[in-house]
């Protein structure tokens, strides 16, 4: 196939995809975490991955990050193999996971949370507009900037992780279970946020067990189990499929 | 009551050298998690390396503290990036302190074989003179060197509190994962932690030359001397080197002075075993946090 003058990106149609992810696998000393993991993210668009406990949704991520290396497969970003880049390299080529557990650094500000990532080489002369747009976003950090991010609470904390993400200026946000222990308004805030900055411009890959919320804000979805994908399709569709239903959601 | 006076001058003066020559190894156990048995030979190499700049070039030991500070950065960097990290890498952070415990032998011995078993001391000119102070008397070398420790002290407190380069060492100590997920590259800053952290005990061992005799063998004490301290103060910063390293002091001079010259080291273990009963984490707690 040939590009056509007319097209974006001055790609071929395949180049839709901003990442791909072929054959991922992992082990933990010896005992399989992901065996198969394979996945396509499209320009702008919301891509979940869903599974439950353990099925190696946080390993995979991870793994595309740079923050683990594979034992097999590729990673392609941008049609750009970044296979085996460590993480600190990966950050600057546009890719920010925000990881599970937030890991804010308990002990520094949140201000110094935030510039520290803010100094990420493809981001650093933006700094201060991006600490503007973080602070616009989330004007709870604005008010508590110079207090330390242990003091901060859950809620407060997942925004900071998030922020510290965005900081760095991504293409892609990773975010690795956002919702996990926040209350339910909260949890609708941090779906309308994944949801306003994938409208802005950033694509999302959003790892959740949060299956409902998930699905219906993602284009498309993987189901990962015991290491490996075992259904895909649209968000919706996976959110009406009966096997999806009786095993995520609960309902026969 | 000037015998007490004196006392505690002389114990606060030998604290702040303490406190120097401890910063290092604090920083290098709370931000790498290693306990750094080699951390006396830095010491003591700064010694050395004082001794030969002054007596071969002629260059008074606290303008050595600049060429000696960047030799052991070099050598601290080198040494993690390469033996340390392998040794980590391959068993687990328990493997360091055997590793460094061998090496620490090794130089040693080495500096040993170069400068021979004599006790050194280096006398600048300034070395004998004293000035009064009130009834007491204080040697011109000691305020020198606490003032040095303390400049240095300060400076690192404010490259780890202001710098990017400080705020990427108290992240990568507290949560090395997002740490590397924020484009710093852990690795890296080990090593320059490390160096860091070698350079400021070299600088140390530079002031103590000329303050005290020393020879290789010292490096066990100084390295023991830097655990206390952690101990007492609390792991990675500055300020609790300086607490660890002020009370270390004055219960140096307070013992030798009122118990007995040959009871100091028994009374530093009595307030070791003490203080980790009582506040394992030190006076002023671990500045990474409870992470380790």
């Known amino acids: ?252 | 009551m000037t015998l007490f006076l004196q006392t505690t001058l002389n114990g606060l003066v030998l604290g702040g050298i303490y406190s120097l020559a401890a910063v290092g190894f604090s920083l290098v156990f709370g931000v790498l998690g290693i306990v750094n048995l080699t951390h006396g030979i830095f010491v003591v190499a700064g010694a050395y390396g004082a001794l030969v700049l002054f007596t071969k070039l002629g260059i008074d030991p606290l303008l050595g503290i600049v060429p000696i500070g960047l030799a052991l950065f070099a050598v601290g960097y080198v040494y993690q990036r390469t033996i340390i990290q392998w040794a980590v890498s391959r068993a687990s952070l328990v493997a360091s302190l055997v590793v460094t415990f061998g090496v620490a032998m090794m130089a040693r011995n080495g500096l040993q074989l170069v400068f021979g078993p004599d006790v050194h001391t280096i006398t600048p000119s300034y070395s004998f003179l004293s000035i009064p102070l009130g009834p007491l008397r204080i040697d011109v070398v000691r305020i020198v060197a606490l003032g040095a420790s303390l400049v240095l002290l300060t400076v690192l407190a404010l490259v780890l509190a202001r710098t990017h380069f400080g705020r990427a060492i108290r992240a990568t100590a507290q949560q090395p994962l997002a740490a590397e997920l924020c484009g710093l590259n852990v690795k890296n800053l080990h090593g320059l932690t490390f160096g860091l952290g070698a350079a400021m005990a070299g600088a140390a061992g530079a002031i103590i030359g000329i303050v005290q005799p020393f020879t290789a063998a010292s490096e066990v004490a100084w390295t023991l001397n830097a655990f206390i301290v952690v101990v007492l103060g609390g792991i990675g910063s500055p300020a609790g080197a300086l607490v660890g390293g002020l009370l270390l002091g004055l219960i140096n001079a307070y013992t030798a002075q009122y118990v007995g010259p040959s009871l100091t080291q028994a009374a530093m273990f009595l307030v070791l075993v003490l203080m980790l009963l009582v506040r394992p984490s030190g006076l002023l707690g671990n500045a990474f946090g409870e992470s380790r």
């Open chain 1, 1 to 252: 196939m040939t590009a056509t003058p007319g097209e974006q990106s001055g790609g071929n149609p395949t180049d839709e995809a901003l990442l791909r992810v072929s054959g991922l696998a992992y082990d933990y000393a010896g005992v399989s975490a992901v065996s198969n993991c394979s996945l396509e993210l499209r320009r702008g668009k919301i891509a979940a991955l869903i599974g439950g406990n353990g099925a190696g949704k946080s390993t995979s991520v991870k793994m595309i990050a740079g923050a683990l290396r594979s034992r097999s497969g590729s990673i392609m970003l941008d049609g750009r193999d970044i296979t085996g880049l460590p993480a600190h390299k990966v950050v600057e080529l546009g890719i920010a996971l925000v990881p599970e557990g937030r890991l804010v650094f308990q002990h520094l500000t949140v201000r110094e949370n935030l510039i520290l990532s803010g100094h990420v080489r493809r981001a650093r002369e933006k700094c201060t507009q991006s600490l503007g747009r973080v602070f616009e976003l989330f004007p709870r950090l604005k008010e508590r900037q110079a207090q330390v991010a242990g003091s901060l609470s859950g809620g407060e904390q997942q925004m900071l992780a998030i922020g510290r993400g965005l900081m760095t200026m991504p293409r892609l946000l990773i975010l690795d279970e956002p919702s996990l222990g926040l209350s339910p308004i909260l949890v609708g805030q941090i779906f309308g946020l994944v949801r306003k900055l994938n409208e802005e411009g950033i694509s999302v890959l959003l790892v959740e067990q949060n299956v409902h919320h998930t699905l219906a804000i993602a284009d498309y979805a993987y189901v990962l189990e015991k290491g490996r994908v075992v259904q895909e399709g649209e968000g919706r569709r996976l959110l009406n499929d009966p096997k999806v239903k009786e095993a995520y959601l609960g309902l026969v």
